[in-house]
């Protein structure tokens, strides 16, 4: 019976050890690498002028510094776009007093989706201070889309049958660099997203 315990004992010492190794590498990796920069060499988002919920002009002016995450959606979606705005209700409840970290939303509908359509869905979905929604000439929205956020591989000239959906959450980092994409509707890749924040928040200090 002795023999059988230490037998036992011993495959669940060969089993657990490395699970343990692959662990305290994570935990490494997590606390003492940087992010990758992602896009291309010298890759940034590009200069942008949209109009925000409240009706104003927003440019890239308004990231200075800043963490940023980001979405494309549109108002009238029916399963997809809920789901990532619920998401990112998650990471703004974590940090909607951080002058730092904003959230900005790039509508894909930009017909249906005024500055005033987009007003009634931040007071619907109930979004706090540090969310911007943005809308435009659709040209704009898709070549940001495309070219600065990379969210699709498919061509596109933002014209009338143009239409882009995606369920990726992305992490810009003060310098507009891309530091993470992340599927918004799936838990574990939210809950990556804000471990990646603090990375990043330690980065930038």
């Not at 900005?104 to 007003?119: G, K, N, W």
Request: proline share 4%.
């Amino acid at each position: 019976m002795k023999k059988q315990y230490h037998t036992w004992l011993f495959m669940a010492a060969v089993l657990l050890l490395p699970m343990g190794v692959l662990a305290l590498v994570k935990w490494y990796e997590r606390n003492n690498t940087p992010l990758p920069v992602m896009g291309g060499e010298g890759h940034t988002i590009a200069d942008f002028s949209l109009v925000n919920q409240h009706g104003t002009i927003t440019t890239q002016k308004a990231w200075e510094g800043k963490i940023v995450v980001a979405d494309f959606f549109f108002t009238h979606c029916p399963v997809v776009c809920p789901k990532m705005t619920r998401s990112l209700k998650e990471v703004q409840r974590l940090y909607v007093n951080d002058e730092n970290l904003l959230i900005t939303s790039f509508t894909v509908d930009p017909e249906r989706d005024s500055a005033a359509q987009l007003q009634r869905y931040a007071e619907r979905m109930d979004l706090q201070k540090n969310w911007l929604l943005l809308t435009g000439a659709k040209k704009d929205l898709y070549r940001l889309a495309r070219h600065s956020f990379k969210i699709t591989a498919t061509d596109g000239d933002g014209g009338p049958d143009d239409f882009i959906h995606s369920e990726l959450l992305i992490l810009i980092d003060g310098q507009r660099r891309i530091r993470g994409y992340y599927n918004g509707t799936v838990p574990g890749e939210v809950e990556e997203l804000m471990i990646d924040i603090e990375r990043l928040k330690k980065e930038q200090d």
